[in-house]
């Protein structure tokens, strides 16, 4: 239905995508902020049609699609707002001396925009981290023109979301350019989009395989840019034992809710559960799987996904020692995930890597630890992490110092007594993590602070305030906070 | 003298590192801070001697290596005022609203230390950017533990800085692995360093080839790490019409001395000087050459870098269409660098890669362009550097938006009307650049943002306030100023 863009057509569409940063990148603040409203205004106007078009290619209920949406719409947004607000370009001013012997110069630094991005969207979110999703509004508000490849799971939906950001480009006057749009899943397709030098960042959320091969391929280049890939986690679950004995029904019930959220296919679903071996742990075990086998088999989002699920689950219960705790009920739709518990010893785990792995689907592993050094063991083995949880009282958090310092160690958003899912979108959202989580612990790919993935700073030394960027003018116009002279200060300078 | 690390013992060494990691980082911002001022004054007590000690080893004269000295201290007391005051901490607050549906958690988000940090000082200064430079000041004010290989030409005045930092880790009461220096320059080595699973993170000056083996291996790890690599850079100045017409004896005269600045071995030294045929540039190329040649040459670091120079400049000199303008004049003495102008026409430059390459030393090539198209183009085909100058009037720059914008792609910071050597510690500076200028082009290896680079976000989500880290508790005892709901405050957070 849509036809792959060929290599040589790669580099044609990126030279027009360089071109049209040229032009974007001197627009104001202002005008960024109202081309991304403006895209929520087109989605928005999109209305039913795309949500019945998201709902036949990605087999998500109807609620979660609108849902869906108006978070998206709500991130462009809050973006914009952050954006135009201009706090995010970490402004320093240090105001020349001339007294000084020798005398000291004026050095006024702010963040740029890196240039043309590419983003991969991912499967599991056809509009919030897809084609108009955080990473192409981050890159935007940052002053990038960005490259999607349509996620071939919902090409269509994709293809329906490029063109309410191509009329919001139309209807702000921008260059046609500053959206393009692509199919194709050839390898070599992808390759060519990283390799290209006009291309200075990457924005992708999918596998670990597929995240990796843009990292090195990134990493080889004659100029090696930055790749911001979220590659799954299994955000472990702590349950520390004073908690575990108050509330290991009540943590049961809210964990089988979070474990078969959306059929288990989100990136914050909770793979891992840790406690110590003992009456509270089995209380919470039979619980737990009393609530997991009465939970009706979703649909997955496609038949791909469905399959692996099978497999992985299927591997993972084939491990010695794994043991199955608990099942939903099989139906006879492969497009189904049955949800499930297993269970293994601490000492088992720690020794079989594979136990590690993500099963993308609702599926949890218990780990039943003999003491809380073999917890400790385990949180100290564990790869990097989106999201770690502590379900622990004050007394078990006082009492577990060297525990919750190797578990923030792993991750990137450490709760306590919440579940992973839920990415809130707001500015103190820390989602990223170690590496394998993502490719760069440093950056978010949730809330505004996301922006600054697709920028640099650069100090402009000794320039005349007539020729400045409004944002590191004296007079301040922008009204944007501002370091002067190690100061925080929202006001203008004055000589 | 000194003996090398073993490999095994590099494997100890990382051990108690990490072990003095974990304590030093549960303490405050105040002990940091304190920890480096008092590193400050041991440096300040090591007195003469020290001096003495790096005037045998760096061939550098007295007067500058005591104002490296200050600007050492200067470096550590200034980011330890930063690292105590917490802003650098991008603390991120959003409360919960419990009355929404769902309920809006609270997540409170600041940065953390990484971990281990290994430092590889720079031959060119052996106070500012090596063991107790800029690279260590900032890994210890991010919370860091610090692994200095010491630089192989000047192990004594590494050692000595060393015993400084020693004495003041004892002074403090920390942990002594806080700190480890370790001598040896067998490639092995080095690998062993950066591929060891508690490294986090490393801080490089020196070669492109150097510091391009730290960033391959540290991408090739299992878990790949942040590599900030300085990596050399020819500073390019653009000469634009109108102010070349009005002061071009005058940049002359200036740029023999930025030139030829401490016999050229400055990181931001003016290598290649790009202007317009026609008088007004035949008039600046005589005249620099003619202070070129009436200026001694200087003694360089150490036979090494006096060979590189001697066979960098014949390589280039020896190009086709290279000729050389004027030279200093030539002393029985290898150590001695004779500074030397060299010309050549911009289409020749353009097709020579050879020529874009560093030249360490006092030489600066002028690139002779036909027209305003050809000095776009030059600036189009130039790498990643730390600094690009433009001398230039008001007019110059409006006449010349495409050359500012490509000259800004290509640099970390922008000079107008002035030298590039000179780098001011101070909060504004951006000491970075592009690659191959730089492995991470979006950190600073100068001014207090550098401590930045070794350190992640973390969310903490619905912590009880009481076991929140002071930065982000309710109260704000330590005054930071931290983004509360969207709006940056000093306060406290009243319920």
Same mark, same amino acid.
Request: proline share 6%.
């Given at each position: ?28 603040? %202002? ?9 929520g ?5 999109a ?12 087999n ?8 869906e ?8 947004? %809050? ?5 135009e607000?201009? *706090? ?31 983003v991969?969207g991912? %499967? ?27 996620h ?10 490029? $063109? ?26 992808? $390759? ?84 110590i ?5 089995? +209380? ?23 399959k692996?699920?099978?497999?992985? $689950? ?12 608990a ?11 049955i ?6 010893h ?9 136990l ?7 599926? %949890?592993?218990?780990? +039943? ?11 100290l ?9 502590l ?44 590496y ?53 200060? *929202?006001?203008?300078i004055?000589?």
């Amino acid at each position: 239905m849509f036809t792959d863009t060929s290599v040589q057509e790669i580099e044609i569409l990126i030279g027009k995508s360089q071109k049209a940063f040229e032009q974007y990148r001197q627009l104001p603040l %202002s005008a960024r902020a109202g081309f991304m409203r403006t895209i929520g205004e087109e989605l928005e106007k999109a209305g039913d049609e795309l949500i019945h078009i998201a709902m036949k290619e990605t087999n998500l209920p109807e609620a979660r699609l609108r849902n869906e949406r108006t978070r998206t719409i709500f991130q462009l947004t %809050s973006y914009a707002d952050a954006c135009e607000k201009g *706090n995010w370009l970490d402004i320093r001013i240090d105001i020349a001396d001339l007294q000084r012997n020798p005398i000291k110069p004026d050095i006024r630094k702010m963040l740029v925009p890196l240039g043309p991005v590419v983003v991969y969207g991912a %499967s599991n979110f056809p509009f919030a981290y897809s084609t108009a999703g955080g990473d192409t509004a981050s890159a935007f508000a940052a002053g990038c023109s960005v490259i999607v490849k349509a996620h071939p799971a919902h090409p269509e939906t994709s293809d329906r979301v490029s $063109k309410a950001i191509k009329d919001a480009i139309s209807r702000c006057g921008l260059p046609e350019d500053l959206f393009i749009h692509i199919f194709g899943s050839a390898p070599e397709l992808g $390759k060519s989009l990283i390799t290209n030098h006009h291309i200075k960042a990457v924005g992708f959320t999918g596998s670990f395989t597929a995240g990796k091969a843009l990292f090195d391929w990134a990493n080889q280049r004659k100029e090696p840019i930055p790749v911001f890939a979220e590659m799954g986690s299994v955000n472990p679950v702590f349950l520390l034992p004073e908690k575990l004995k108050e509330s290991a029904d009540e943590m049961a019930q809210n964990y089988a809710g979070s474990i078969t959220l959306g059929a288990g296919q989100f990136c914050t679903n909770p793979g891992l559960i840790i406690g110590i071996e003992g009456q509270d742990l089995d +209380r919470f075990v039979t619980a737990l799987g009393l609530a997991i086998s009465q939970i009706a088999p979703a649909t997955m989002l496609h038949k791909g996904i469905a399959k692996a699920y099978q497999q992985k $689950k299927a591997l993972a219960l084939a491990q010695p020692g794994t043991s199955l705790v608990a099942s939903g009920t099989a139906v006879p739709d492969n497009l189904k995930a049955i949800p499930a518990i297993a269970s293994v010893h601490g000492k088992t785990f720690l020794t079989n890597p594979l136990l590690h792995q993500e099963v993308f689907g609702p599926y %949890s592993l218990v780990i +039943r630890c003999k003491n809380e050094a073999e917890m400790l063991e385990v949180a100290l083995h564990l790869e990097g992490q989106l999201t770690a949880t502590l379900m622990a009282t004050e007394t078990d958090m006082r009492n577990n110092k060297f525990l919750v310092a190797a578990v923030q160690d792993i991750c990137g958003r450490l709760i306590m007594n919440g579940v992973p899912t839920g990415v809130e979108v707001c500015l103190a959202m820390h989602h990223g993590g170690p590496y394998p989580a993502t490719t760069d612990s440093r950056f978010s790919s949730v809330g505004a602070d996301a922006i600054k993935r697709f920028a640099r700073p650069v100090a402009y030394q000794n320039w005349p305030d007539s020729l400045l960027p409004d944002e590191l003018k004296n007079a301040n116009p922008l009204l944007i906070w501002r370091t002067v002279n190690n100061e925080l200060t *929202n006001k203008e300078i004055t000589a």
